[in-house]
């Protein structure tokens, strides 16, 4: 199985509801030892930070075309305890109810994220941010530009 190394970040503007963007870098060694590396980003007109924190997440794994065993690394305690800790398995139980009673904030992106997930091995490892993380930071870099770009689309399930 391929091993693929998956970095995100996630940045908003104005936190809640202000222009927002995410990046992703993806790497793969091949047999001969060659890295090979993408970026991804793209930038929202009204969006939360966890969302962001979410897409670049979703983006990385959909960009993926054969299963692949996955190490991503964000900087996103939201997004890793949510596998790391379990809390996903809880709401996923609770149908989507947190343990204070409240709806998970994010369903559509959760969903979306637990499809793109589905055929590979992940495993999620938090990175501190702004911590001087190299692949960290060009995350940090690519979601900033996004969010303060031109082209920015509208993501529908923010609230």
């Keep these: 199985m391929m091993q693929v190394s998956i970095y995100t970040d996630g940045s908003a503007r104005g936190n809640p509801n202000g222009p927002g963007?995410?990046?992703?870098?993806?790497?793969?060694k091949d047999p001969r030892g060659t890295l090979h590396e993408r970026e991804l980003s793209a930038g929202y007109q009204k969006t939360t930070n966890n969302r962001m924190e979410l897409m670049g997440v979703i983006a990385g794994?959909?960009?993926l075309n054969r299963p692949c065993r996955v190490f991503l690394y964000s900087d996103s305690q939201y997004v890793v305890n949510a596998f790391n800790q379990n809390w996903i398995d809880g709401w996923i139980r609770k149908n989507w109810v947190t343990s204070r009673k409240e709806a998970v904030k994010n369903i559509d992106l959760w969903k979306r994220l637990l499809a793109a997930k589905q055929p590979h091995e992940v495993t999620f490892v938090w990175v501190k941010g702004h911590n001087g993380h190299p692949e960290n930071e060009r995350c940090d870099q690519l979601a900033t530009a996004a969010a303060d770009g031109s082209a920015l689309l509208v993501d529908e399930g923010v609230q």
Excluded: M, N, P, R
């Design 21 to 28: 963007g995410y990046g992703t870098i993806l790497q793969y």
């Design 61 to 63: 794994l959909e960009a």
